[in-house]
């Protein structure tokens, strides 16, 4: 089958119509918290950011991955924006949206018109997964170019673009990851409340499992119930080996679950 007849332009367009707003209001909360956070960073007063840091518990900061790793500028951003802030944010997006995807068009009743057009199930299924897929790609792509942008013109040179730019290829493979997870849902289910059950469930389930195994002690080793565990901010600033296997293995799991959405949705029974 060629490519044009698996992607509908038409429908793709106007997904993209739907969706945009919300990925614009992800992209300024992200810029928000990039310009704090880099313009607050100053090697030669590292003892002022712990100082500042200490004022919480340390339970909330270990929790929330807070935890300066090196004091480079690619360590700080890496800390207190890649082990917690750009895990959280772009999740909710991949939530809302892997939603929209499909289930949400079959719960409201609009999935009857899609299919009444000339496009069959494979190629709604299809082209809502490359707009999903898409969408993920260009906001880890947004963040990437954000943050260096704003890195260079806070202080120019002092990036190091190698560890930085595998921060981001980890947080995109995390997020296709949960994006995949999140389209099997959406395909699987008819209710939108069933989708976001374990469309939202399970990588809200992870979150929290990653969080309280942050926290330490007892709780350590919760991190090895949830994929997050993957994506370890540690092991990028570090360059650990192991690391871009890691990141395949959330880029596999992401793609069987879209592979087993368009699957499941071709052929279920829908009752509209």
């Known amino acids: ?37 880099i313009s607050m960073y100053d090697p030669d007063t590292e003892d002022a950011i712990k100082a500042m840091m200490n004022v919480l518990p340390k ?64 190629t709604i299924a299809i082209t809502q997964m490359t707009f999903l ?37 980890g947080a995109f493979a995390l997020h296709i990851a949960f994006g995949g997870i999140g389209f099997l849902s959406s395909a699987f289910f008819n209710e939108t409340k069933n989708s976001l059950a374990f469309g939202a469930g399970i990588p809200i389930f992870f979150f929290l499992v990653s969080t309280m195994a942050n926290v330490g002690g007892k709780l350590e080793n919760l991190k090895y119930g949830t994929i997050i565990s993957l994506y370890n901010n540690a092991d990028v600033l570090n360059q650990v080996k192991g690391m871009y296997l890691n990141f395949g293995i959330l880029l596999l799991i992401g793609t069987i679950c879209y592979i087993l959405g368009v699957v499941i949705f071709n052929k279920k029974d829908l009752s509209i």
């Open 133 to 169: 897929i898409g969408s993920i790609f260009a906001l880890i792509l947004y963040t990437t170019l954000m943050g260096l942008g704003l890195a260079e013109g806070f202080f120019p040179g002092v990036l190091d673009k190698k560890v930085y730019f595998d921060l981001n290829l």
């Open 1 to 37: 089958m060629e490519v044009k007849k698996l992607i509908n332009p038409t429908l793709l367009k106007q997904t993209i119509k739907n969706n945009y707003k919300v990925f614009i209001v992800f992209c300024g909360i992200l810029l928000m918290y990039f310009s704090i956070m």
């Open 59 to 122: 339970e909330m900061t270990n929790a929330l991955n807070f935890n300066l790793l090196d004091t480079t500028l690619v360590g700080y951003m890496g800390s207190y924006l890649y082990g917690f802030l750009v895990i959280m944010f772009p999740m909710i997006y991949v939530i809302i949206i892997s939603n929209r995807m499909i289930a949400k068009h079959v719960d409201s009743g609009s999935m009857a018109y899609l299919l009444a057009t000339p496009n069959d199930r494979k």
